[in-house]
């Protein structure tokens, strides 16, 4: 049995849960935390099923790490100004650009 | 090697063994740091009227504490055996998505200094609790920024993990080897899996519930409603319960991977445990309104009902590993200790969560000192056990050499006593009606024998660390070679060298089983 379908058995567990919360009458958002799950898992298991096996990656990345560093200047920008917001979501940009076009292994 | 090839590999490296071994290094160091806070607090609780430390620097104590060790230790260090495992035993090269693995270690750095930053700002660390109830952490009752560096360092911290659970995931589906089906995936592998699918779909939750609440305290307007609080508490459960069985679900996997390797024996009910643990999964996402049994409104008996069910699956997962022990020849070596260790002590852990998902119970237990026991002999009692079964077994796969037999059953024992003597008295404390996160207790209500033992119990633990510590070193400085597979293990990481080469395999054996090294060794019998 491939993977996807391992993933939409546990969508249906979900579904089921999210299911049986009508009979207890469980309030709105735990129905819409719990479906929603249910709904992102269902997603997931199309994705595994349409996706390739993936060729080889570099062996490092500071493209990636850039990415990290550049999310972590978005999050402190937001406390500390908007041009570490701006440099962070540059820096972000500029990363994920590299990581796309980083040759692969 | 270039001039900037050997700094680029330090810092930006993408190969899974070198990642696995820096989230784990990275989390234990969050370990470390977050004990140093239990024994400054189990001091302080020692004897009734001490005043080690502030009742404000206790708050900021327990907060950092809890926030440390599910954020940045036990959660990280999962994954951690994920990144460096799950790949060497679906036969793969590297993870999927292994720059992002790496994107999501420097988070997880990056994260843990935010959150630790609190302790350099005026007015001291963050002192929400790890769970940051809202209006604890509003603006008005939480003032500073150091809250807001601690919900900063939780959307950083979980947004690497993230990355990381999706590359293992990626792993798990798009990386195995030429005849590695799902049926054919490792133990260990099947309990990442169901990991990384709660990882996929709480985490995001949490990251999302971090974010409103830095708006909330900025400007107000997201949790200010009568029903705010509530609908907080659902969101961050969402995430809280989940993390627990993270938290859980790769230590049961690396100790069904001992007991099988331990006890000569094939892992009995395979079938069963993959079902099994998915279900288990699911359930774990369903019950999280269990922590908020005694607010009203809340529908209890669904998620009574759901949190009594876990003991199938659970159930499924004890009868399974306690079934490939029985008629094996089993080798009491300190994996094989540790990992019955977690057995017993999970077990505690376990029943007494059993008792609390009943609403009456919980409503008597709720806040007290027995939630805090439970939820350590999940934690520290279970699935740390778990952890350091993996270790000791996993150990040679990585290093090449041996961890000290003899100072291991020393870590073991100490380890064994110190958690018991911690956390047993809890469940009497909160059985007596000693309320949780509280810095001091009056002299006249005779808590203070139990805090006793429970402190010195703390420091034995600490000794079982240190010890630890000390066999890590005599290993590395003084190494006794493991060779590729000391231990006759059964599953494709023993295939190849001890450390494994950069690209893992010269050569893979034949793929016909969950067990293709042990399937090797009957044939040639």
């Given at each position: 049995v491939s993977a996807w379908r391992w993933i939409a058995l546990w969508a249906g567990f979900l579904a089921a849960l999210t299911a049986l919360m009508f009979v207890f009458d469980v309030a709105r958002i735990a129905v819409l935390l719990l479906g929603g799950a249910a709904l992102g898992t269902l997603a997931l298991a199309a994705v595994a099923a349409a996706s390739r096996r993936t060729r080889g990656e570099p062996s490092s990345s500071l493209p990636a790490m850039g990415v990290a560093f550049g999310i972590a200047l978005l999050v402190a920008g937001s406390e500390v100004g908007p041009w570490m917001l701006a440099l962070g979501a540059g820096l972000v940009v500029l990363s994920l650009g590299t990581v796309l076009r980083e040759p692969r292994a | 090697l270039t001039a900037t090839a050997v700094p680029r590999r330090a810092v930006a490296t993408a190969d899974h063994k070198a990642l696995g071994i820096r989230t784990g290094l990275t989390a234990l160091a969050f370990f470390a740091a977050g004990g140093l806070l239990a024994i400054a607090m189990r001091t302080e609780l020692a004897q009734p009227g001490l005043q080690v430390v502030s009742h404000h620097t206790y708050n900021e104590l327990f907060t950092m504490h809890g926030s440390t060790m599910i954020y940045l230790f036990v959660t990280p260090i999962a994954l951690a055996l994920g990144l460096y495992l799950v790949p060497l035993q679906v036969g793969a090269r590297n993870l999927v998505g292994a720059r992002w693995a790496l994107a999501g270690w420097w988070l997880l750095v990056l994260g843990g200094v935010a959150m630790w930053s609190g302790f350099l700002m005026q007015g001291g660390a963050a002192d929400v609790t790890w769970s940051g109830f809202d209006p604890l952490s509003d603006a008005v009752n939480s003032p500073g920024r150091a809250t807001d560096a601690w919900i900063h360092g939780v959307i950083l911290a979980s947004t690497g993990e993230l990355l990381m659970a999706g590359s293992i995931m990626a792993t798990l589906i798009r990386g195995r080897a030429p005849g590695m089906t799902m049926l054919r995936l490792p133990v260990f592998s099947w309990t990442m899996l169901a990991t990384t699918l709660m990882v996929l779909f709480a985490f995001p939750v949490l990251i999302v519930t971090m974010a409103l609440l830095w708006v909330e305290r900025q400007?107000?307007?997201?949790?200010?409603?009568?029903?705010g609080p509530v609908i907080y508490q659902h969101l961050f459960w969402f995430y809280g319960h989940p993390v627990v069985y993270v938290m859980f679900f790769p230590f049961v996997g690396a100790v069904g991977e001992v007991i099988a390797v331990f006890s000569g024996r094939r892992f009995f009910g395979y079938r069963w445990f993959t079902v099994s643990i998915l279900l288990f999964a699911a359930l774990s996402m369903s019950v999280w309104a269990h922590h908020m049994l005694t607010i009203p409104g809340v529908a209890v008996r669904y998620f009574s009902l759901t949190s009594t069910l876990l003991i199938i699956p659970a159930g499924i997962e004890y009868f399974d590993l306690i079934g490939t022990m029985a008629g094996g020849r089993i080798r009491l070596a300190v994996p094989m200790l540790f990992a019955l260790g977690f057995l017993v002590q999970f077990l505690i852990g376990g029943i007494t969560g059993i008792w609390i998902a009943s609403p009456p119970l919980d409503n008597h237990a709720n806040n007290s000192y027995f939630i805090v026991a439970h939820f350590h002999y999940t934690l520290l009692a279970g699935s740390v056990f778990g952890l350091f079964a993996g270790l000791y077994h996993w150990w040679p796969k990585v290093t090449g050499g041996l961890l000290r037999e003899g100072l291991g059953r020393w870590h073991f024992a100490l380890l064994a006593i110190g958690t018991n003597l911690t956390f047993f008295p809890q469940f009497l404390l909160g059985q007596e009606g000693m309320a949780r996160r509280i810095a001091d207790y009056p002299?006249?209500?005779?808590w203070g024998d139990l805090n006793l033992i429970s402190t010195i119990g703390s420091y034995v633990i600490a000794v079982s660390m240190f010890v630890f510590a000390v066999n890590v070193v005599v290993a590395l400085h003084r190494p006794v070679p493991a060779g590729d597979d000391p231990w006759g293990?059964?599953?494709?990481?023993?295939?190849?060298t001890s450390p494994p080469p950069a690209h893992n395999f010269d050569a893979l054996p034949p793929i016909r089983s969950f067990a293709p090294l042990l399937d090797l060794r009957e044939a040639q019998r």
């Amino acid at each position: 049995v491939s993977a996807w379908r391992w993933i939409a058995l546990w969508a249906g567990f979900l579904a089921a849960l999210t299911a049986l919360m009508f009979v207890f009458d469980v309030a709105r958002i735990a129905v819409l935390l719990l479906g929603g799950a249910a709904l992102g898992t269902l997603a997931l298991a199309a994705v595994a099923a349409a996706s390739r096996r993936t060729r080889g990656e570099p062996s490092s990345s500071l493209p990636a790490m850039g990415v990290a560093f550049g999310i972590a200047l978005l999050v402190a920008g937001s406390e500390v100004g908007p041009w570490m917001l701006a440099l962070g979501a540059g820096l972000v940009v500029l990363s994920l650009g590299t990581v796309l076009r980083e040759p692969r292994a | 090697l270039t001039a900037t090839a050997v700094p680029r590999r330090a810092v930006a490296t993408a190969d899974h063994k070198a990642l696995g071994i820096r989230t784990g290094l990275t989390a234990l160091a969050f370990f470390a740091a977050g004990g140093l806070l239990a024994i400054a607090m189990r001091t302080e609780l020692a004897q009734p009227g001490l005043q080690v430390v502030s009742h404000h620097t206790y708050n900021e104590l327990f907060t950092m504490h809890g926030s440390t060790m599910i954020y940045l230790f036990v959660t990280p260090i999962a994954l951690a055996l994920g990144l460096y495992l799950v790949p060497l035993q679906v036969g793969a090269r590297n993870l999927v998505g292994a720059r992002w693995a790496l994107a999501g270690w420097w988070l997880l750095v990056l994260g843990g200094v935010a959150m630790w930053s609190g302790f350099l700002m005026q007015g001291g660390a963050a002192d929400v609790t790890w769970s940051g109830f809202d209006p604890l952490s509003d603006a008005v009752n939480s003032p500073g920024r150091a809250t807001d560096a601690w919900i900063h360092g939780v959307i950083l911290a979980s947004t690497g993990e993230l990355l990381m659970a999706g590359s293992i995931m990626a792993t798990l589906i798009r990386g195995r080897a030429p005849g590695m089906t799902m049926l054919r995936l490792p133990v260990f592998s099947w309990t990442m899996l169901a990991t990384t699918l709660m990882v996929l779909f709480a985490f995001p939750v949490l990251i999302v519930t971090m974010a409103l609440l830095w708006v909330e305290r900025q400007w107000g307007g997201v949790f200010d409603g009568p029903d705010g609080p509530v609908i907080y508490q659902h969101l961050f459960w969402f995430y809280g319960h989940p993390v627990v069985y993270v938290m859980f679900f790769p230590f049961v996997g690396a100790v069904g991977e001992v007991i099988a390797v331990f006890s000569g024996r094939r892992f009995f009910g395979y079938r069963w445990f993959t079902v099994s643990i998915l279900l288990f999964a699911a359930l774990s996402m369903s019950v999280w309104a269990h922590h908020m049994l005694t607010i009203p409104g809340v529908a209890v008996r669904y998620f009574s009902l759901t949190s009594t069910l876990l003991i199938i699956p659970a159930g499924i997962e004890y009868f399974d590993l306690i079934g490939t022990m029985a008629g094996g020849r089993i080798r009491l070596a300190v994996p094989m200790l540790f990992a019955l260790g977690f057995l017993v002590q999970f077990l505690i852990g376990g029943i007494t969560g059993i008792w609390i998902a009943s609403p009456p119970l919980d409503n008597h237990a709720n806040n007290s000192y027995f939630i805090v026991a439970h939820f350590h002999y999940t934690l520290l009692a279970g699935s740390v056990f778990g952890l350091f079964a993996g270790l000791y077994h996993w150990w040679p796969k990585v290093t090449g050499g041996l961890l000290r037999e003899g100072l291991g059953r020393w870590h073991f024992a100490l380890l064994a006593i110190g958690t018991n003597l911690t956390f047993f008295p809890q469940f009497l404390l909160g059985q007596e009606g000693m309320a949780r996160r509280i810095a001091d207790y009056p002299d006249r209500l005779g808590w203070g024998d139990l805090n006793l033992i429970s402190t010195i119990g703390s420091y034995v633990i600490a000794v079982s660390m240190f010890v630890f510590a000390v066999n890590v070193v005599v290993a590395l400085h003084r190494p006794v070679p493991a060779g590729d597979d000391p231990w006759g293990g059964h599953t494709l990481e023993w295939a190849t060298t001890s450390p494994p080469p950069a690209h893992n395999f010269d050569a893979l054996p034949p793929i016909r089983s969950f067990a293709p090294l042990l399937d090797l060794r009957e044939a040639q019998r």
